[in-house]
């Protein structure tokens, strides 16, 4: 989830691989993402190598069991997709956007509708908010470090 947009918008690129791939922010969903896998991973930027969600340090610390982990991840995405589901209801020109972009608009989008396309907006807003207050609950406890939860722009 750390590389569809899920928990962040871009990854920051050091100054090496700015120069290797000619910018200085690697936007989320990762280009370089393929059916879950990460086609660059010997060569992924280096706060990617360092990167550790709070899960994969329990489990690390044999404070977190691998079933356990795995059943959190797929409830995790489970809601993250319930949650994209009721956006694209909400406002459909949100298709093809990473989980952070889409709530981003979201609540952009809302001040410039009007009719029909206001009424759908105010029919699933209620949903989108109770979803999205789940999947943050989720994401703050096993997804973001303890030291990034608070300071993440969503």
């Known amino acids: 989830m750390c590389c569809d947009g899920t928990l962040f918008a871009s990854v920051a690129l050091d100054e090496n691989e700015k120069s290797r791939l000619g ?6 969903t990762c280009v370089f993402l393929n059916g879950g896998c990460c086609q660059i991973y010997a060569q992924r930027p280096s706060r990617c190598r360092v990167f550790q969600c709070q899960l994969l340090e329990g489990m690390h610390a044999s404070t977190e069991s691998y ?3 795995l059943q959190i991840v ?3 995405k489970k809601l993250r997709d319930e949650l994209h589901r009721e956006l694209l209801l909400a406002l459909p ?3 093809g956007l990473p989980l952070v972009e889409a709530l981003k608009k979201f609540r952009k989008q809302s001040k410039s509708l009007m009719g029909n396309a206001l009424q759908r907006y105010l029919s699933h807003k209620r949903e989108v908010l ?4 789940l999947l943050d609950q989720k994401l703050d406890e096993y997804f973001y470090p303890a030291k990034d939860a608070s300071s ?3």
């Open 23 to 28: 910018r200085e922010l690697l936007p989320q």
């Open 67 to 69: 079933q356990n982990a």
């Open 74 to 76: 797929a409830d995790t």
């Open 93 to 95: 020109s949100l298709e």
């Open 130 to 133: 109770r979803l999205k207050k």
């Open 152 to 154: 993440r722009e969503v």
